[in-house]
């Protein structure tokens, strides 16, 4: 070398790196598989059994889980910012793996609650902050665009590792499935990521070649992006999404059961939802790239309160499934925006801070969501009220984000 400085910069036509750095990020995503609500479903049956645990603990179990496993969301990101991606992220992957392994072993009720908590933790708040930060520490101008892809790639990573976990489940047991899954974090996605996960570029060299010619992005500092209303009011619209998706999952059988639908229209629902989150994801990846992300959020806001009061009054297999394709949708927008918000409005430097604030709002909001349309249920006799209530305030939020000032980076 003799001192030579080694020139980075990527030719013009070259393949730019950050696309694989965004495949691995997607990839790392489907690994919070064991920490999130429904991958803890593949198990929960099977595993109730097991320890002879009544469902009502089990359910405080979670709750309690999922509100201490929020906490993770705050110190990763700043671990993200100072140390990089490659490192953090190959760290949680073995971490992960090996709670998961352990959990496979439980036999009470108190490491229940503990390795649970680490999974939520490590996975659905750690890992996720590292995986939403990863594409934005490499693309600026065409950030939105990226994340519809990752967000496309991502979601049918789901959907080929939920069958395949579940059928695991029923042919080898959840104890087989659980250490299969871990063994895949420790011997899969950590060398993946050890391997292929680079530094992000620490000037604006590599940017370049994608991104930096008409990027007007300005890095803010963690606590001044927190000042700023466009981040709670972007925060509180995905986290919104996040509780109404996480009520309605977890009693969406017993909602449509009450307007005299069987078990066989959930199961339908449930899959014309995913397959239209995914025609969401391109179609908003695609808008928000040269639109505002501010009309994708308001138009997936509307869509999801028109969802809302749609519901008490399905009476038709076709009116469930015209419900399913909005919830969809405005799920796929909600997603792309999440995704590519806090990157584009605030830059690079404190993405990490910025995302675990953002991804600690929408687990709590999913931690709630549960607990709010059984409340609701209980109290009434009906989820009707929750679902009238829950579309008022979708739509205020929207008004909110119609009017509120963002960054002029995240604009067109």
Avoid at 362 to 368: D, E, G, I, M, N
């Amino acid at each position: 070398m003799n001192g030579t400085t080694v020139d980075r910069r990527p030719v013009a036509g070259t393949f730019y790196y950050g696309w694989v750095v965004l495949g691995i990020a997607a990839l790392a995503m489907v690994g919070t598989l064991p920490g999130r609500t429904q991958g803890l479903g593949l198990i929960t049956e099977p595993l109730l059994r097991d320890l002879g645990m009544h469902r009502v603990r089990f359910a405080q179990i979670n709750l309690v889980a999922t509100l201490l496993g929020s906490g993770f969301c705050f110190g990763i990101g700043g671990l993200l910012d100072r140390h990089g991606s490659r490192i953090v992220l190959t760290s949680l992957a073995l971490l992960l793996g090996g709670v998961v392994m352990a959990l496979s072993s439980v036999e009470s009720a108190v490491m229940l609650l503990v390795l649970i908590t680490l999974t939520r933790g490590l996975g659905q708040s750690a890992l996720s902050v590292v995986s939403l930060a990863m594409p934005g520490k490499w693309f600026r101008r065409r950030l939105t665009w990226a994340m519809g892809v990752y967000a496309l790639v991502m979601s049918l990573g789901f959907m080929m590792a939920f069958p395949a976990v579940g059928a695991i489940v029923l042919m080898r047991g959840w104890r087989f499935a659980w250490m299969s899954v871990g063994a895949a974090l420790l011997f899969g996605l950590a060398p993946i990521a050890w391997l292929f996960v680079r530094p992000e570029p620490d000037t604006n060299d590599e940017l370049e070649h994608l991104d930096q010619p008409t990027s007007r992005a300005i890095d803010s500092t963690f606590a001044a992006a927190l000042q700023t209303p466009a981040f709670w009011v972007f925060g509180l619209a995905s986290s919104l999404y996040g509780l109404v998706a996480s009520g309605i999952g977890l009693f969406n059988e017993s909602i449509l059961a009450e307007r005299g639908f069987p078990p066989e229209v959930y199961h339908r629902a449930l899959a014309v939802t995913a397959i239209t989150g995914l025609l969401g994801n391109f179609l908003a990846g695609a808008w928000a790239d040269r639109h505002s992300l501010r009309h994708v959020l308001i138009v997936a806001l509307m869509l999801l309160a028109g969802a809302l009061v749609a519901l008490p009054h399905v009476s038709t297999t076709t009116d469930v499934m015209l419900q399913a394709v909005a919830v969809g949708l405005a799920g796929g927008f909600v997603m792309v925006v999440f995704f590519s918000f806090w990157a584009k409005a605030y830059g690079r430097t404190d993405l990490g801070r910025i995302q675990g604030v953002a991804q600690a709002l929408t687990v709590l909001a999913s931690a709630v969501g549960p607990l709010l349309f059984a409340w609701c249920a209980e109290a009434t006799g009906s989820y009707v009220l929750a679902f009238y209530l829950l579309a008022i305030t979708v739509t205020l939020v929207a008004l909110a984000a119609l009017i509120v000032r963002i960054p002029a980076s995240a604009e067109p």
